[in-house]
């Protein structure tokens, strides 16, 4: 089991910034990945940044070069646009499993 807990969401100006965190603990050695997601009300949850264990990323093509994801989990957000509001949520990646955090709301608004 793998508890994940995101902190660091809030509300911020367009063109502004601000930096995740997603605290880990229980079998963190079994991680094998870490990812950021987030979801619209009503629309999927989709993919923003993933980092492995190794070190490799990916990220979405709306945030690509805005947006970086560390190897402790923080997800960097910069220049931030409206269309980046969302609940944003932490997903880790084991063997045979994977879990979910609660969430951290980011709200872009003037």
């Known amino acids: 089991q793998v508890q994940l807990v995101e902190s660091g969401g809030g509300l911020v100006l367009p063109g502004g910034s601000l930096r995740l965190s997603c605290a880990a603990s229980g079998s963190i050695f079994g991680i094998n990945a870490m990812g950021w997601y987030r979801q619209v009300s009503g629309n999927q949850r989709e993919l923003v940044a993933a980092i492995t264990s190794g070190g490799s990323t990916n990220y979405a093509d709306s945030v690509k070069g805005r947006f970086t994801i560390s190897r402790d989990v923080y997800l960097q957000m910069n220049s931030l646009k409206p269309e980046d509001t969302a609940v944003y949520y932490c997903?880790?990646?084991?063997?045979?499993?994977?879990?979910w955090g609660q969430g951290t709301q980011v709200t872009v608004s003037s």
């Open positions: 997903r880790a990646f084991l063997d045979n499993a994977d879990f």
